[in-house]
């Protein structure tokens, strides 16, 4: 067996302090052997890197099969308006589809991702993923608009897609409702009931989009506003949708299940309250937030702040969301946005959030999101930063 040894100026292993001109011994497989500093060794056996080091990044919400409608929507309309016009441009060649597909993984491989929670409404990224060379874990998405006549028929369909995907050490899956705004209380039952079939990926991640716009909450705070309009402009029935007269998340959490690892995605909208209410019901330690502060700009033109987060102590995850909501699928550019609109958050929270925290909320946590003995996390190089601090020309690539 041969072992390398890798250094820079700084390495983050994440769960340990930072270690300046450390090294960090791995086996060809890239198992963490070791964790050392630079004097103790030879610098002539010794790989050094300029910049720093950090765990492969976990990228905990993407629609990858998304990939080829990049720019397809215009920037600063709005959720319902963004879900209108992908709706409308959704079909294209399964040529076109395929090779954008394999071309933004390989972006996101190349830039230091290692794993991707990747919501699934087909079967388009299946062949890809079957490749094995990234962790994925697939969460197809059910979603029925309320038109409860047809409920049957949209659990037929999504099930179909989930048959058709094979779990593998790399390559995890379960069923998830979209949103509260667009799954009924008779699918939501069906789905999370499913969740918690025995099986061997016990316990299961259940991913859902939440609270990304004021439209939502209104929906169930008074069962009025942009969403009754939407759904009656296509032509739906609003009857199936309650009036609860609080926040959409309270929905949700009428059927989410303490058993599973939930993972909230978006919460632009959260409040410190709506926060802690999930948490108390669903167990702070495996409740995930993901934030997709790109996707927030270019749908909505707003962030979520951070601090109802960091005041409940909440364990944040990073997504990219997809190509029609993005500029590009970069955890570290997302990072930037981050840490450019709430400079209060230091580096290194944030950088927990874009590794050991994303391995956690999609269960990898064993093999990935720390620089540690026994892991195979990646390393991935971030060059161009100065003090510390992320600039707008810095940038990340995968070493190991
Ligand atoms: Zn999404």
Redesign the pocket.
Known sequence: MSFRKISAHKIYPISSSPIENGVIIIDENGKIIALDVLDKHDATTVEFFNGVIVPGFINA?C?LELSHLQGVAQTGTGLIDFISQVIKNRDHSQEIIQDAIAREENNMLQSGIVAIGD?SNTTDTFSQKRKAHLHYYTFVEYFDLFQVQNTANTIEQYDAVFNALLETDKNKKSKVPHAPYSVSKKLFQHIIARSNEVDSYLPKTISI?NQETMAENELFLHKKGGFIDFYERIGFTTEAIPNIGQSAIHYALNFLNKADRNLF?HNTLSTKEDIARAQQQLGADHTFWATCPNANLYIENSLPNYNNFIANNSQVCIGT??LTSNWQLNILEEMKTILKYQSYLSFETVLTWATLNGAKALGFEDVLGSIQVGKTPGLVLIENMENNILMANSVSRKIV
Request: proline share 0%; aromatic share 0%; charged share 15%.
């Open positions: 919400h629609h919501i989009h995605v969301d997809s």
